[in-house]
């Protein structure tokens, strides 16, 4: 995925291998120190991550990645995007102290579980690439299946 920014090509975190996905993804991070869209930084970011079947376990979270094995390994299933979503966040000192969820809510009719991110009153994941309210998550029935511990 390319982003067009003055009619200039700009490759994403996920156009790049290795070391360079890492320096990019970084980068990324620092910026959203002073980002006035943080939230919306991170949503629009995670939206263009390519996207494979279900990989991750929601049930065993101690086997889930650590931050830079899931950005290198790029099986991004849709709770990895969301977890990709935590690190880049919990990762900035603007985050730190924040509390975050992780919530699974499996759709009626396809049997099909969907995931999202709380960050304090916001959600991520949702709707893709889109930020709301814990107003809008109160609509799905969800359970948390990660919390950060400091915070509970």
Known sequence: MLLV??????????DLYDNDRLIKW?????????????LEDVAHLWSRAPFVNTYLNPHT?????????LVLNSKLDELAIV???????KLTQRFMASRFEIHM?????????????VV?????????????????????????IWTNSSNK
């Open 5 to 14: 920014q003055s009619n200039t090509v700009l490759p994403t975190v996920f």
């Open 26 to 38: 970084r980068q990324f991070r620092d910026n959203l120190e002073t980002s006035l869209t943080p």
């Open 61 to 69: 979270p101690d086997k889930w990645p650590d931050p830079w094995h």
């Open 83 to 89: 977890l990709g979503m935590l690190y880049t966040l």
């Open 105 to 117: 809510s499996t759709m009626e009719a396809s049997r099909y579980s969907k995931y999202f991110l």
């Open 120 to 144: 304090d009153n916001h959600v991520l994941n949702l709707e893709y690439g889109c930020v709301l309210t814990t107003v809008e998550l109160g609509e799905v029935e969800t359970s948390i």
